[in-house]
């Protein structure tokens, strides 16, 4: 469950370690984003020299959460920490080239087939 200002790891090597959400692109009034969901997010630590700097306003999908998400079939899944990937803001295709870490399968069933193409694990 992510809110207003939580700051979520990126997980990407866009050159941004931590953004912070400012704004949950889901529907009027929703307080909370979940995994799949498309946020607006400000880089709070960044690399230098890279595609994302400081203090840039970017669009990302969650693609972990530490609160538990129930799955269909009656499974919980849930994780160490809370990520995001850094989309394009029209294409909504993933800006980075790689992407570390676990992803679970939700996220190529809301329709991000590029981010679980490039993911090391789908879980």
Partial sequence: MIQLRSMLKVTDNTGAKMLQCIHIMVG??????????????????????????????????????????RRADGSYIRFDDNACVILEAKTKEPKGGRISGPIPKEIKEKGFDKIASLAEEII
């Fill in 28 to 69: 009027f009034h929703h307080k909370s984003g979940q995994i799949g969901d498309i946020i607006v997010g400000v880089v709070k630590e960044a690399e230098p020299r890279r595609i994302v700097k400081k203090h840039e306003v970017v669009r990302a999908v969650i693609v972990r959460q530490r609160k538990a998400l």
